[in-house]
């Protein structure tokens, strides 16, 4: 007996009213790290896998995949193509990803993991534009502004 039968009984109760509660809470709080409403009104989520198609005005890392996974605030390289910039597979090419207020996202955005130097993030804003498409505007390593269109892969 931990507490006395009716203290442990109660303690029971509250344990499987509160379980499920917290395991709501946690699961929605996460998705909605992934999820923005777009301009059309529908859920956009940036979970997956995702291709960079553009980079401007570098012109580099062009076919690199970044993986965002469920519940991570956070996206991977998945595959490289380009690199001039020391990144290694599997280096959190995003973090702290969030939704904003514009219906997007924000997020810290790896502009180099070259050796004998701590990985240089920069803030960024991912735009939504189109329904496979996501814009991200910040700074690069130069601190130019810097573009790039990355599309979801579908398998």
């Known amino acids: 007996m931990l507490f006395g039968n009716s203290a442990e009984t ?9 379980t499920p509660v917290f395991a709501l809470a946690f699961l929605f709080g996460c998705e909605t790290i ?3 409403t777009n301009s059309t009104g529908t859920a956009f989520s940036l979970n997956g896998q995702w291709e960079l ?3 401007s005005p570098e012109n580099t890392l062009i076919g690199s995949r970044v993986t965002v996974s469920p519940f991570i605030a956070e996206g991977r390289f ?4 380009n690199n001039t910039q020391c990144y290694r597979e599997t ?6 990803i969030a939704t904003d207020n514009a219906g997007g ?6 502009l180099s993991n070259c050796a004998g130097a701590a990985p240089t993030y920069q803030r ?7 329904a496979n498409e996501v814009r991200i505007s910040g700074k690069n ?12 892969v579908t398998q």
């Not at 998945?78 to 193509?81: D, E, Q, R, T, Y």
């Not at 960024?124 to 189109?130: N, Q, S």
């Not at 390593?141 to 979801?152: A, E, L, M, S, Y």
Request: no cysteine; proline share 0%; aromatic share 10%.
């Open 10 to 18: 109660l303690f029971m109760k509250r344990l499987k009213f509160l």
């Open 78 to 81: 998945s595959i490289l193509a």
């Open 124 to 130: 960024a804003t991912a735009t939504i534009a189109a």
């Open 91 to 96: 280096d959190v090419k995003w973090k702290s």
């Open 34 to 36: 992934q999820k923005a």
């Open 53 to 55: 198609v553009s980079n």
């Open 141 to 152: 390593i130069q601190g130019q502004d810097n573009v790039q269109i990355w599309r979801k």
């Open 105 to 110: 996202f924000t997020l810290d955005n790896l």
